[in-house]
């Protein structure tokens, strides 16, 4: 019943509040205070996890205002928590918008209580999303950093190979990409396997950053960078990251890349 009566006045106090960045926690309001929330924000998601820590679980609740009535694209996303025991509500808001956004429960940074991780896919041929990490422990609203992409460099040379390198270890990879020399001798990047065209490659940032569980319910997270060649469309490979919390940052375990077949 209490939920119920919260999920009403999300348009009184979620907009007002405008957040970035930033969580409040607000007292229970007397019924007479209880406004119905604006249409022009939606509940996308809704959860039951313990993210306060009290071993009871809470209600999350992830909102989106649409770009345009028929438009697939929230510009503006908002979380609320809303803890029934204590009878306190939490309000989260993302930098960006995005398409289908969803949301995972973990604990990410070893402290016995779930945090929640938001992604939000931004569209387009690249694949990426934006990714939110949320912690309202005790009922005390932090924003998270979560891991940055791997800086990847890379160049073409010849016989149609790349060599790729990851900054963060210091690690080089070259790869034969001869099963594409039909593409690349027609655009001109090649004649006869000899280099003619200078090619850098095009990293993305995430594609995904997944929870993977490590030991005793505490997850790290693993991401996933997509390599484009000569254009866009043309994947070359992939570089998996896995990141681990620790002394209050996130710490890289390991970096590979895997060459993406055609």
Known sequence: ???????????????????????????????????????????????????????????????????ASDSPYYEQLKLMVQDPVAKKVSFFQTTYGGYEPELSFCDFIGNKTNQILVQAPTGGSAGTSDFYLFSDKDNNPAVLPVPQPLTITGSYQDGYKVSLTIKETNQTTVLDLSDRKDIYEENGVYKNGKLVQQTEVMPNTYSVLTPVKVRDGICALKGEQR?????????????????????NGWKLQSARVKKAER
């Open 227 to 247: 390599v484009s060649g000569i254009a866009n469309a043309d994947t070359i490979a992939y570089v998996e990251s896995l990141w681990k919390w620790e002394n």
């Open 1 to 67: 019943m209490w939920a119920s009566k919260w999920i009403g006045i999300v348009g009184s106090m979620i907009w007002g509040f405008g957040m970035s960045g930033t969580g409040l926690a607000v007292p229970t309001p007397e019924a007479s205070q209880i406004a119905p929330a604006p249409a022009v924000y939606e509940e996308l998601k809704i959860a039951r996890q313990d993210v306060t820590g009290d071993g009871r679980p809470d209600l999350i609740t992830l909102l989106g205002k649409r770009f």
